[in-house]
């Protein structure tokens, strides 16, 4: 009963490719977030969605498109990957949107690696 | 701006060691406070949170005050164990106009406890 999954928990792929990393919480929540971990364990958010709507973008390239399909899924699509965006990528999601008492829950990670 | 700044690892104690992992953060505002725990090929876990000056936050024999005067949220243990291994984020969350609350995180303490 995984609260919050991802697939694949591992990627590795060449340079230049396009891939898709999804995300799946069966917590009822209303908002989920996309966290990018490098290689120091240095964390960072990337995205948030609220019930399918944006609401945090992180000076990502555009190169990262996320999307929603319902507010259980948050996908994130990596086009033209480059060697820099090796890193290990988190889902997380809380219950609202942004009360800062919300607790988020992550899934296990999914580490990619571009060659 | 906001940011977190925790002390730097690797941190390495016996069983039964005291520990102290020291977090420090700068913010406009008055955001609330947070330590998540990531043990090995995890994701990372709430440990604990405070969400007012004064409060204190405790789990799993892990405790943390809110110390607004010098804005300082640190996280002790009494007696670690080896199962206690991990890297530990110190967090705040801000809530920024127009985009709900954001985590903010420091850059992670790595703990190694030895038998």
């Known amino acids: 009963d995984t609260a919050v999954s991802q697939t694949p928990k591992y990627l590795v792929t060449q340079m230049g490719n396009d891939k898709s990393i999804k995300c799946e919480q069966n917590l009822g929540h209303d908002t989920m977030y996309w966290y990018k971990q490098d290689s120091k364990k240095f964390l960072k958010i990337m995205f948030s969605y609220n019930n399918k709507e944006l609401i945090i973008n992180e000076t990502v390239p555009n190169r990262f498109s996320p999307k929603s399909p319902d507010k259980a899924h948050l996908n994130l699509h990596i086009n033209s990957l480059e060697l820099g965006d090796s890193a290990v990528y988190f889902c997380a999601s809380s219950q609202g949107q942004g009360p800062i008492t919300d607790t988020q829950y992550f899934g296990p990670g999914t580490r990619l690696t571009v060659l | 701006g906001n940011s977190v700044t925790q002390m730097e690892g690797p941190v390495t104690l016996s069983e039964e060691a005291f520990l102290t992992i020291n977090c420090t953060y700068t913010a406009t505002g008055y955001p609330s406070l947070f330590w998540y725990v990531q043990y090995p090929g995890e994701g990372l876990q709430l440990l604990l949170k405070?969400?007012?000056?004064?409060d204190k936050g405790s789990n799993k024999g892990f405790e943390a005050t809110y110390r607004k005067e010098t804005t300082s949220f640190h996280l002790e243990k009494g007696s670690v164990q080896v199962s206690d291994s991990a890297v530990y984020f110190c967090?705040?969350?801000?809530?920024?106009?127009?985009?709900?609350?954001?985590?903010?995180f420091g850059q992670g303490t790595e703990l190694s406890v030895k038998p």
């Open positions: 405070a969400t007012k000056a004064d």
């Open positions: 967090a705040l969350s801000a809530l920024i106009y127009n985009q709900g609350g954001k985590l903010i």
